[in-house]
């Protein structure tokens, strides 16, 4: 049942608190309901929840005292009502007076605040029961509000006043007033016996009711009856469902944002509590991260003028310097200060869950969204504008995405900040050629868009300020001392660059090898291993993901017993979990090393695993991880000890910043007082090791030209895309502001830079992704350039441009006919064309499998050019001439099969698991609980998700809440733009 309104009060309410709550009231209904929320919650106000539908019409009070209960009150009230309206000109006096006012609907006046009305009936009634009220209350209410408005008045007041501003948003007259003027053309004027007016010459002024019975809308029913009818609905209506603590804090969070907004506009020194920061945010990060305080170096760069000024920066510290909390904070002030949108770009998708788990929290407690644009939960923002902010936590491929769709929808400047980490990726492969990509269309479409880039691992730093035209701060400071060394044989050397060699001696190995360890473990790496675990913590990192496997396989081999029973139970509990998530059945590997606290971490682990694993290290219940380079890019698992179990990333031999990268997590804050790295060299490469160690950081190039289909063609083709660039003066003049414009010195001597434009645009042409034509509008007959629609498709498909004219030749071949009675047609379909490079399948396995498929699946393999006698030609080792062929994939057919691909669920779970923190165990937890759908857990209760669905803390139940609700609004959105799409008049209707 809703709260007592204002006309229900219990019988033990003191006449203090009734009178406080009267002038409240009344208030209320002075104010406008926009007007009222800023008083109680400072802030928009919280959404209604209908709660109660009651539909009897019994007396609902109880034990409340009412007015519908008390004859001799409701006697009173129709005298009172009569006498008043047979003596217009009675004076009244105001003690003991009750106010019910027809006020004008939600008019807020901002010099008073509160509205004055003309229409105000003033009823004496029993000084024992009447409300008492009188100017004075009404402004001290106004001035000092203690509490919350909201919490008093009945929902089904507050429900009234709401549609009320509703209907008067566009005017500042009430329709209560337009009615008032009309019913005066043919009525006497109706004036109030008193009313609230600033001046005292309004007071007193007489009423005539004489043609009140002529005008239908100021027509009174019986004061008891409207009585009766306020209280039925009150009691029948809708609860606030927002508590108010709940209120007052976010009252004073936006207070405290409003302030730091003003404040970090300005140019004043002083920058708020926390950096421009409301309170609040301090708050999070002791309560999220454990961060008392910053270091002084983080405080420094805070405090640069350059980001006063909003300058594009770089920074430079070594891995574990508390790079990330900056940027963290950089992103808040864009995000809830100057409220933009802010995109953040991570090198790895594991990073990028890792940092969207961070923040997440945040972005609840904040009121922003965190959005993921990792892999398949990748969702590009609507067309239309955001209430809120969103920070966007993208891979490097994504982010291009992204960055694309905001210029082609005209919305770049909605981007206020761009974070990348790892600058240093500029320089590596294609990856560092969509990257540079990126940030030049930024530069070039933006001018009020801040990029700030940081790295551990920089070296030409000139060439990157100029190409992001960005500051530069640099501190060598890092929390934990780390120790370097390298082992050759049985001998350990600490580095030194103050010798000749690079190292100096440090000590023998000390640890008993049997002859078959020895066999086992040349590198000595159990030696190494068991003089830090499991006290400390400890990373191995291994060249391949196998050797992964292999290294924590071997640990165990030769670890005591004793390691079993650390934290045993733990561990035992980590198993039984890693076993739901894969559906009763675990990696035999896993199974075996996790009970001496060991595991591997790798890309072959699924999302959830490397979830669990990496809790279960960070907790301690795992101490040794045996793991590929890409760990050490950003991943937040430090160690005591880091060892590199060969100097190489697959068959490469490490780079200075993947080496700096790897042994920078070693040494833990907080926790541990030094860190150590040990790198595990053969004899045969001692002469690489020095040369690594001493080696000065590689410089940072262009990948433009060296990734050609991914660089330099997919650049020019997109600028015309995107109506960036249309003309060969317009591609040079941005040309010259990416990086391979800054280190256009570099280039071969033969072909210039304009040159190499020329030759780029010429073989888009050729290729028939561009079309050069004379433009009759341009007087000086420049080339305008225009993309053709195979272009168009190739640059918003990502395609990359090398196999662009081979997909469209499939594409057209596969009209001719699609086989639907399996998947196996569209998984041939969806397999992208950078894999068939890397399959080189066993065929004997192959026929074997082919011979057990469906008649219709070998009908399939059979239109796909693999016939039976193809495959029995290629196990029997005979040559064959035709080839495979590539086949591409139709978006309409795929989309079901692309879910149940990405999942590997059921059908039915499919929608809960797209939902951010639900994983296929989590997701059958729900499903069967009866949350089959996103509308049921939008609107679930967290409390009540927390009491059915067993592990679930209540932070996960919020953030599952949280989740559904925006992806049930994108959707709406989406249909809604579609919608109007549809209703949308055409302008080249016949005949108009």
């Known amino acids: 049942m809703a709260e007592p309104g204002p006309a229900v009060r219990r019988k033990s309410c003191p006449d203090s608190v009734r009178k406080r709550r009267q002038a409240l009231v009344v208030c209320s209904t002075v104010c406008s309901p926009v007007a009222r929320k800023k008083l109680s919650s400072g802030g928009e106000g919280p959404a209604v929840e209908a709660t109660c539908s009651n539909d009897s019409e019994e007396d609902m009070f109880g034990d409340y005292d009412s007015f519908y209960g008390n004859d001799s009150l409701l006697a009173q009230i129709d005298d009172t009502e009569y006498e008043h309206l047979q003596d217009r000109n009675k004076d009244i006096?105001?003690?003991?007076?009750?106010?019910?006012?027809?006020?004008?609907?939600?008019?807020?006046?901002?010099?008073?605040?509160?509205?004055?009305?003309?229409?105000?009936?003033?009823?004496?009634?029993?000084?024992?029961?009447?409300?008492?009220?009188?100017?004075?209350?009404?402004?001290?209410?106004?001035?000092?509000?203690?509490?919350?408005?909201?919490?008093?008045?009945?929902?089904?007041?507050?429900?009234?006043?709401?549609?009320?501003?509703?209907?008067?948003?566009?005017?500042?007259?009430?329709?209560?007033?337009?009615?008032?003027?009309?019913?005066?053309?043919?009525?006497?004027?109706?004036?109030?016996?008193?009313?609230?007016?600033?001046?005292?010459?309004?007071?007193?002024?007489?009423?005539?009711?004489?043609?009140?019975?002529?005008?239908?809308?100021?027509?009174?029913?019986?004061?008891?009856?409207?009585?009766?009818?306020?209280?039925?609905?009150?009691?029948?209506?809708?609860?606030?469902?927002?508590?108010?603590?709940?209120?007052?804090?976010?009252?004073?969070?936006?207070?405290?944002?409003?302030?730091?907004?003003?404040?970090?506009?300005?140019?004043?020194?002083?920058?708020?509590?926390?950096?421009?920061?409301?309170?609040?945010?301090?708050?999070?990060?002791?309560?999220?991260?454990?961060?008392?305080?910053?270091?002084?170096?983080?405080?420094?760069?805070?405090?640069?003028?350059?980001?006063?000024?909003?300058?594009?920066?770089?920074?430079?510290?070594?891995?574990?310097?508390?790079?990330?909390?900056?940027?963290?904070?950089?992103?808040?002030?864009?995000?809830?200060?100057?409220?933009?949108?802010?995109?953040?770009?991570?090198?790895?998708?594991?990073?990028?869950?890792?940092?969207?788990?961070?923040?997440?929290?945040?972005?609840?407690?904040?009121g922003f969204l965190v959005e993921e644009y990792a892999g398949s939960k990748g969702r590009f923002p609507p067309i239309k504008r955001r209430i809120k902010r969103s920070l966007y936590i993208a891979t490097i491929e994504k982010g291009h995405g992204l960055v694309n769709s905001l210029i082609e929808t005209k919305r770049i400047d909605d981007l206020g900040l761009v974070v990348v980490d790892e600058l240093h990726m500029l320089g590596e492969g294609s990856r560092g050629a969509m990257l540079e990509i990126t940030l030049a269309k930024i530069l070039y479409s933006s001018k009020n868009t801040q990029i700030i880039g940081m790295s551990a691992t920089l070296n030409n730093v000139g060439d990157l300020q100029k190409f992001l035209q960005a500051e530069y701060y640099t501190n060598n400071f890092r929390p934990v001392e780390l120790k370097e060394y390298v082992k050759i044989g049985g001998t350990v050397y600490a580095t030194d660059s103050k010798t000749e060699s690079g190292f100096t001696f440090s000590r023998f190995l000390n640890f008993k090898y049997s002859s078959n360890l020895q066999k086992a473990d040349p590198d000595h790496i159990v030696a190494l291993v068991t003089e830090v675990i499991p006290k400390y913590s400890c990373l191995i990192f291994c060249p391949t993901k196998k050797n992964c496997e292999n290294v924590a396989s071997m640990v165990c081999k030769y670890l005591k017993k004793e390691f079993r029973a650390h934290r045993e139970k733990e561990k035992q509990d980590l198993i039984k979990h890693l076993k739901n998530i894969g559906n009763g059945s675990i990696c035999s590997v896993l199974k075996h090393t996790i009970p001496y606290g060991i595991a591997y971490h790798h890309s072959g682990l699924t999302n959830d695993e490397r979830k669990s694993v990496e809790e279960a290290y960070s907790a301690g219940v795992l101490c040794l991880l045996a793991c590929t380079a890409t760990l050490a890019a950003g991943v937040n698992l430090p160690a005591r000890r880091v060892i590199l179990r060969a100097p190489y990333v697959a068959n490469d031999f490490l780079k200075k910043n993947q080496y700096k990268q790897m042994i920078g997590r070693a040494g833990r804050a907080g926790i541990d007082s030094a860190g150590e790295s040990i790198l595990i060299v053969q004899e045969k490469d001692k002469h690489l090791a020095q040369r690594l160690v001493n080696s000065p950081l590689e410089n940072c190039y262009s990948n433009l030209l060296l990734e050609l289909t991914k660089g330099m063609h997919s650049l020019l083709l997109s600028l015309v895309g995107l109506k960036i660039a249309v003309t060969r003066e317009e591609v040079n003049t941005f040309m010259c502001s990416t990086l391979l414009g800054v280190q256009q010195h570099l280039l071969s001597k033969e072909k210039s830079l304009s040159e190499v434009i020329k030759d780029g645009l010429e073989h888009l042409i050729e290729k028939g992704l561009l079309e050069g034509r004379m433009s009759e509008k341009n007087h000086n007959s420049k080339y305008t350039l225009t993309i053709t629609p195979l272009g168009r498709a190739t640059y918003k498909g990502s395609i990359d441009l090398a196999y662009c004219n081979l997909l469209y030749r499939e594409l057209k071949k596969g009209l001719e006919g699609l086989v639907l009675e399996s998947n196996l047609h569209l998984l041939y379909l969806t397999t992208p064309y950078d894999l068939t490079f890397s399959c080189n399948p066993d065929w004997m396995i192959y026929l074997r499998q082919f011979s057990q498929l469906s008649a219709a699946e070998q009908k399939v393999a059979d239109i796909l050019g693999v016939p039976e006698s193809f495959i029995t030609k290629k196990a029997s080792g005979q040559a064959v001439k035709k080839e495979l062929e590539e086949f591409w994939v139709y978006k309409a057919l795929l989309t079901e099969l692309t879910k149940q691909l990405t999942y590997c669920v059921k059908t039915e779970l499919i929608p809960l698991m797209e939902v951010a923190g639900v994983l296929e165990a989590r997701a059958k937890q729900l499903y069967n609980a009866g949350y089959k759908t996103l509308a049921h857990l939008a609107n679930a209760n967290p409390e009540t998700l927390v009491r059915m669905i067993e592990h679930l803390s209540r932070r996960q139940a919020r953030q599952i809440v949280s989740s559904a609700k925006m992806l049930l609004s994108e959707k709406a959105e989406a249909l809604q733009e579609e919608v109007e799409e549809l209703l949308k008049v055409p302008t080249d209707i016949p005949g108009t």
């Not at 004073?252 to 944002?257: D, H, N, P």
């Not at 991260?289 to 920066?313: A, F, P, V």
Request: aromatic share 6%; proline share 4%.
């Open 93 to 366: 006096k105001a003690d003991g007076e009750l106010i019910l006012g027809n006020l004008k609907s939600g008019i807020y006046q901002e010099k008073d605040n509160f509205s004055t009305s003309e229409n105000m009936v003033i009823l004496k009634a029993d000084k024992a029961d009447a409300f008492e009220m009188n100017k004075n209350d009404l402004l001290d209410s106004n001035q000092e509000p203690t509490e919350s408005i909201s919490d008093d008045l009945p929902s089904s007041q507050l429900l009234y006043f709401a549609k009320l501003n509703e209907l008067s948003s566009g005017s500042r007259t009430s329709p209560l007033s337009e009615g008032k003027r009309k019913c005066k053309k043919s009525s006497d004027k109706i004036r109030s016996p008193l009313s609230f007016y600033p001046h005292d010459e309004h007071r007193n002024r007489p009423t005539d009711v004489s043609s009140h019975s002529n005008c239908a809308l100021f027509k009174t029913d019986s004061l008891k009856d409207n009585l009766k009818s306020a209280m039925t609905g009150n009691a029948k209506a809708q609860t606030l469902q927002v508590s108010k603590t709940k209120q007052l804090k976010e009252a004073v969070l936006s207070e405290e944002i409003c302030v730091a907004r003003k404040t970090i506009e300005s140019s004043s020194v002083d920058i708020g509590p926390f950096y421009g920061l409301p309170s609040k945010v301090k708050d999070l990060f002791r309560q999220f991260r454990g961060i008392e305080t910053l270091y002084e170096w983080q405080h420094d760069c805070l405090m640069l003028e350059s980001l006063q000024q909003r300058k594009n920066l770089i920074y430079s510290l070594p891995t574990s310097g508390g790079k990330t909390l900056v940027a963290e904070i950089i992103i808040l002030q864009e995000l809830l200060c100057r409220r933009k949108d802010v995109l953040m770009i991570l090198p790895y998708v594991a990073i990028v869950q890792e940092k969207v788990r961070g923040l997440s929290s945040f972005g609840i407690e904040l």
